[in-house]
T-cell receptor, first 113, second 112 residues
Framework: DARVTQTPRHKVTEMGQEVTMRCQPILGHNTVFWYRQTMMQGLELLAYFRNRAPLDDSGMPKDRFSAEMPDATLATLKIQPSEPRDSAVYFC???????????FGPGTRLTVT | QKEVEQNSGPLSVPEGAIASLNCTYSDRGSQSFFWYRQYSGKSPELIMFIYSNGDKEDGRFTAQLNKASQYVSLLIRDSQPSDSATYLCAGDGSSNTGKLIFGQGTTLQVKP
């Protein structure tokens, strides 16, 4: 049963600390997406990759957020330093350009105090 | 600005009724559309996709696409309390990158 996995599932940290979230996309998918979801803003696209190359990261604050894909089985999203306004659920999704659909991981619920 | 618009709801229907969820989009170049269901505290789950004008049926779900009117809908027949969730509409925004543009979602409540 192929699925996207994310770690950690929950993270509570203090303002100013570094946060790293990890995602393992579905094997064979060539696109990976990072989203943030809050009640106020809904689902926001932060960054996405195709064949491990970053295509667009205009949705994320560049001064504190960074997204990488060191290999085909791992995507990371880092926040440094974290702020209370970063509290949200962060989803990773993977898909294929040909088919168009995306499959979401279970999410990381981040709380910054 | 490419947009996908949905009424946030909540849309309330009695058990057994047909629930109709609607979505409009601004980019005429959009080709593919997707419906996701998201239960509270869970991640979005793909339930339907549609590429061509007309209807596409899958069990109790029917997706409808009208490209001339830039309108997408999802019908849920014989609604069940377990269908209560937020439904997200997404379009490909005429891109060829796999990127999707999501609406804000419509919350559906099915009352027993």
């Amino acid at each position: 049963d192929a699925r996207v996995t994310q770690t950690p599932r929950h993270k509570v940290t203090e303002m100013g600390q570094e946060v790293t979230m990890r995602c393992q996309p579905i094997l064979g998918h060539n696109t990976v997406f990072w989203y943030r979801q809050t009640m106020m803003q809904g689902l926001e696209l932060l960054a996405y990759f195709r064949n491990r190359a970053p295509l667009d990261d205009s949705g994320m604050p560049k001064d504190r957020f960074s997204a990488e894909m060191p290999d085909a089985t791992l995507a990371t999203l880092k926040i440094q330093p974290s702020e209370p306004r970063d509290s949200a659920v962060y989803f990773c999704a993977s898909g294929s350009v040909r088919a168009g659909e995306q499959y979401f991981g279970p999410g990381t619920r981040l709380t910054v105090t | 600005q490419k947009e996908v618009e949905q009424n946030s709801g909540p849309l309330s229907v009695p058990e057994g009724a047909i629930a109709s969820l609607n979505c409009t989009y601004s980019d005429r170049g959009s080709q593919s559309f997707f419906w996701y269901r998201q239960y509270s505290g869970k991640s979005p789950e793909l339930i339907m996709f549609i590429y061509s004008n007309g209807d596409k049926e899958d069990g109790r779900f029917t997706a409808q696409l009208n490209k001339a009117s830039q309108y997408v809908s999802l019908l849920i027949r014989d609604s069940q309390p377990s269908d209560s969730a937020t439904y997200l509409c997404a379009g490909d925004g005429s891109s060829n990158t796999g990127k999707l543009i999501f609406g804000q979602g419509t919350t559906l409540q099915v009352k027993p």
